[in-house]
């Protein structure tokens, strides 16, 4: 028996080796990080899909603004800025403030052991 990922369809879907290496990245930078916050994992992981259906790289810039974050990410308002900061200080993401809505870059595939 054939083990499909994704919906539910008859046809396999294709995983490039970057999308397997970002999801790798995240969950032992992000989710194993020591005092990782709910936030801070909800936020990363929201720029992780997003980047995947993009189907960009890591390295691909997103503008987000603060509705984008409150309904899809699943953040409170009031949480948004305060965790992204705490993730441009891990080296997570980092972010272009000159404009607005903020342009973020994931910078997981950077902090690679």
Not at 29 to 34: F, P, T
Not at 78 to 88: Q, S
């Amino acid at each position: 028996m054939a083990i499909w990922y994704g919906n539910n369809s008859d046809w396999p879907q294709a995983v490039s080796p970057e999308a397997l290496k970002l999801m790798e990245r995240y969950l032992l930078d992000v989710v194993a990080a020591k005092q990782v916050t709910k936030a801070e994992m909800k936020l990363i992981g929201y720029l992780v899909r997003k980047s995947l259906r993009l189907g960009g790289s890591a390295n691909t810039s997103l503008r987000i603004g603060t509705k984008d974050w409150v309904n899809e990410a699943g953040l409170s308002a009031n949480e948004v800025d305060k965790t992204l900061a705490k993730c441009e200080e891990r080296g997570w993401i980092s972010i272009d403030h000159s404009s607005r809505p903020v342009v973020l870059r994931l910078c997981l595939m950077q902090n690679e052991k």
